[in-house]
């Protein structure tokens, strides 16, 4: 299955600080821990409106 991305922008002081974040929490990559930042945010708002 084919994936489609799309590409966002930060601020390069935001994106060191949740590098240095990722790492520590054993992320593999900035993209890892975004996508799961999202999934959780996502998760969250749909539970709230329920």
Do not use: H, W
């Amino acid at each position: 299955m084919r994936k489609d991305y799309t590409t966002v922008k930060i601020p390069t002081e935001l994106a060191r600080s949740l590098e240095e974040v990722a790492k520590n929490l054993g992320y593999a990559s900035r993209a890892e821990i975004v996508n799961d930042a999202i999934r959780r945010f996502i998760e969250q708002r749909t539970n709230e409106t329920e």
